[in-house]
């Protein structure tokens, strides 16, 4: 007998298509919804734009700049205006430019009127913007007649990264309040990484600098601290009428440290305290010895375990206080200290021996700096008397613990390599690199 209908499995499919197809044109809506309240909203955002930019043509030349800003004058840097419900930020900038076409301070030909016009930046910025796009207008406006000398000296910096390349938008934060009216700028370099203000007003270390760009590290001058910095490498910046004042700065991008300590029997060793101290130097204590831009107390977790995502690149050293955490440095998979390139992610395991009073960690490479494994190490002495042979790890590196603080003759010997023979005098936990000449 034949029937007419449909079956419930029929209807369920039907059902999950039709859900599907309304779960699709929602979507679409949505997305129709947000362009038209993103095209209503940049409409009202070039409008505040265009306002904006007729208010500061009808200032005198004089009053065109920024409140805090480097030309000075009457104008907000920033200013928040709402308009049905959505707040919108306009951020004003005003520089002097130096045009190229009849010279630039400090070059040849030399320009010594560099302040030939002010260029304005205005941006506009609002709440849930589609892309990112703010609406931005760019406009130059120049003095009536011919340019006329400027008080003040012209700031000049250049920012690189790590290889020497420019880095393009990085910003830049100036302040200077040893005058008045004080100096608060934020801004940031052009597409050749260079940054240069003419009409900055003369002053004796206190421009403040600070130069950074996001997933990237900082660079900076600093201020004299008596007790912590007294003498500060880079100090904040001088500016001599008529000169130009030259500085360059370096950032790159963030790299990810992760640190795992253990035992010499490869165990988790959890809660280890210990200090990361970088090679870069911000200046210098009362007794000339170097501080250090990064100069950490750090601590693994306890499954031994450390992650640092915000590392500059650098060369870490990793120290701990052998007696108070009792232990010593037996050797790690990354020969200390820890060299770290710029946007790269590092792991470095940590081994760790129980404390003795003398003890020599000793890493083996090749000339040209690799490690060498499987080579044997001679260790003795005759009084007291001490006689062992260990050979180097997977690392390149073997431990020597337990030892005296005295002179050791060291015997080391690998396959492909010319014999080498040292004396050495161990005291407290000594590190010592040797390198081995290929045989010929």
């Known amino acids: 007998m034949n029937t007419k209908g449909i079956t419930l499995i029929e209807t369920i499919v039907a059902m999950g298509i039709f859900a599907i197809a309304i779960a699709g044109l929602y979507a679409l809506f949505n997305l129709g919804t947000r362009v038209l309240g993103d095209n209503r909203s940049r409409i009202d955002a070039t409008a505040l734009s265009n306002k904006r930019m007729e208010m500061i043509r009808n200032l005198s030349y004089d009053d065109i700049g920024t409140v805090s800003g480097i030309p000075p004058g009457t104008i907000e840097r920033t200013e928040i205006t709402t308009i049905n419900g959505i707040d919108y930020t306009i ?3 005003v520089i002097y430019i130096d045009d190229p076409f009849d010279g630039i301070a400090g070059e040849v030909p030399d320009d010594l009127f ?3 016009y002010k260029r304005i930046r205005i941006e506009v910025t609002w709440e849930n913007m589609m ?4 609406v931005i207008l760019i ?3 120049s003095p009536k007649g011919l340019e006329t000398a400027l008080s003040g000296g012209t ?5 690189f ?3 020497g390349d420019p880095v393009s938008t990085a910003d830049v934060h100036i302040e200077n309040t040893d005058i008045v009216p004080i100096i608060d700028i934020d801004t940031q370099t052009t597409a050749n990484g260079k940054l240069t203000l003419p009409g900055a007003p003369p002053s004796l270390e206190s421009y403040d600098i600070i130069v950074s760009k996001a997933g990237y590290s900082t660079d900076q001058t600093y201020e004299v601290d008596l007790v912590d910095n007294p003498n500060p490498d880079p100090p904040p910046l001088t500016v001599f009428d008529g000169v130009v004042t030259e500085k360059s700065f370096s950032i790159d991008l963030l790299s990810t440290l992760t640190i795992n300590t253990y035992t010499t029997e490869s165990a988790p060793l959890g809660n280890i305290d210990f200090a990361l101290q970088g090679s870069k130097i911000i200046g210098t204590d009362g007794d000339e010895a170097p501080i250090y831009k990064y100069s950490v107390a750090q601590a693994t977790d306890a499954s031994g375990q450390l992650v640092l995502n915000d590392m500059e690149w650098d060369t870490y050293d990793f120290i701990i206080d052998n007696i108070g955490i009792n232990y010593d440095i037996a050797g790690a998979n990354l020969p200390l200290p820890i060299s770290i390139l710029p946007d790269t992610s590092h792991s470095v395991e940590i081994f760790l021996a129980p404390h003795t009073d003398h003890s020599i ?5 090749g000339e040209t700096g690799d490690l060498i494994e499987d080579a044997s190490l001679h260790l003795t002495s005759i009084v007291p008397p001490y006689d062992n042979t260990q050979v180097t790890s997977s690392y390149g590196q073997t431990f020597f613990s337990d030892l005296s603080n005295i002179n050791y003759d060291l015997n080391v010997q690998a396959d492909g390599y010319d014999e080498y023979d040292m004396e050495i005098m161990v005291e407290d936990a000594t590190t010592l690199d040797i390198f081995l000449t290929e045989s010929t």
């Open 131 to 134: 892309n990112d796009l703010p």
């Open 155 to 159: 700031i000049s910096f250049t920012v």
């Open 114 to 116: 560099n302040a030939d």
């Open 161 to 163: 990264d790590a290889l």
């Open 139 to 141: 406009t130059d406006v």
């Open 91 to 93: 951020t004003t900038d």
């Open 361 to 365: 960690l000793v890493t083996v490479r």
